[in-house]
């Protein structure tokens, strides 16, 4: 089933009786989102500074579920992305990718599975370009 199409989405949610996350790749930012809430499949929609325009398309995603109520879930682990979860209140998980072959906490999730944020002004890339210069960060 390929996650472009809304129309698959919606027959399957027809089927189903658990939640779908949907429009998680998808290109057309908050416009193909606004589809995909219409359509009636949408329990969660998926928002990211990746795939939806930036920070600003992230938010305007994030607004629109916000306003029809489903849930925008943060998909992606970065900076970008920790700030995005502060600022969206209908999003509930930080995604702590794992880029190993040998599962790796990320440096910045506690044993608890709690982040300390940044409490400075800024995004929070000073930090890291003390640590690397940032052509070297992953």
Excluded at 83 to 92: E, F, G, I, P
């Amino acid at each position: 089933m390929r996650e472009a199409s809304v129309h698959a989405y919606r027959r399957l949610g027809q089927e189903l009786d658990i939640p779908l996350l949907v429009a998680e790749v998808t290109g057309g930012a908050h416009w193909t989102v606004a589809d995909w809430i219409n359509s009636g499949c949408a329990t969660h929609v998926r928002t990211s500074t990746t795939f939806k325009a930036g920070l600003t398309g992230a938010l305007r995603v994030a607004h629109l579920a916000e306003a029809y109520h489903p849930r925008a879930e943060v998909h992606g682990g970065s900076l970008e992305h920790l700030h995005l979860c502060m600022a969206v209140r209908n999003n509930s998980f930080y995604e702590s990718l794992v880029h190993t072959n040998l599962v790796a906490r990320e440096p910045r999730v506690n044993a608890q599975g709690w982040i300390d944020v940044p409490s400075h002004p800024g995004m929070g890339y000073e930090a890291q370009w003390q640590q690397a210069p940032p052509w070297e960060m992953k």
